[in-house]
């Protein structure tokens, strides 16, 4: 079986084969996944916002000038984060997703880390996110990887705003 000395991260597009087949898929089950956390279960993609519909049908498009990075073991894409443009020493991680399969394998942590390093090359001072307060192990790796609860830039209801210097 896989553990994370298997996981490659590479930018999207570009690198490994299963990274070219993408972040799609993985943010479908990113959007799906959480619209059914919120109570608001939809049956597919067609079903999502638009916005995060967008998101999953051109990943190219909804993300340009913001770095994805996906995470693959062998030729299967099994994670992917979103790593924002930087603006005024700052960027925001967002859309950190590990297909359910290799949790527990430090896909996550490899991916935020590849992330925290671009930022560091980008001239960042500053990465921040936000995330559902149910996401319990989600709040529990940001913070050992660093980050700290900070006041809210989000009016959303449950939603916990995290940042950590670079």
């Given at each position: 079986m896989s553990d994370e000395r298997d996981v490659v991260i590479?930018?999207?597009?570009?690198?490994?084969?299963?990274?070219?087949?993408?972040?799609?898929?993985?943010?479908?089950?990113?959007?799906?996944?959480?619209?059914?956390?919120?109570?608001?279960?939809?049956?597919?993609?067609?079903?999502?916002?638009?916005?995060?519909?967008?998101?999953?049908?051109?990943?190219?498009?909804?993300?340009?000038?913001?770095?994805?990075?996906?995470?693959?073991?062998?030729?299967?894409?099994?994670?992917?984060?979103?790593?924002?443009?930087?603006?005024?020493?700052?960027?925001?991680?967002?859309?950190?997703?590990?297909?359910?399969a290799y949790r527990g394998r430090g896909v996550a942590s490899a991916l935020v880390g590849a992330a925290l390093a671009h930022a560091g090359t980008a001239g960042v001072r500053t990465v921040r996110l936000s995330v559902w307060s149910w996401r319990t192990g989600a709040i529990a790796l940001y913070e050992r990887l660093g980050f700290r609860v900070v006041a809210s830039w989000d009016v959303r209801e449950q939603l916990v705003c995290m940042e950590r210097a670079v």
């Open positions: 590479d930018r999207w597009p570009g690198g490994t084969a299963a990274a070219e087949s993408g972040p799609a898929g993985l943010l479908a089950a990113y959007h799906l996944r959480t619209q059914a956390e919120k109570g608001e279960a939809v049956p597919d993609v067609d079903g999502l916002p638009d916005r995060y519909r967008a998101e999953v049908e051109d990943p190219g498009t909804a993300f340009a000038g913001d770095v994805v990075l996906v995470a693959s073991s062998g030729d299967a894409a099994v994670g992917c984060l979103v790593v924002t443009a930087a603006a005024e020493g700052r960027c925001e991680v967002k859309r950190l997703w590990t297909d359910p």
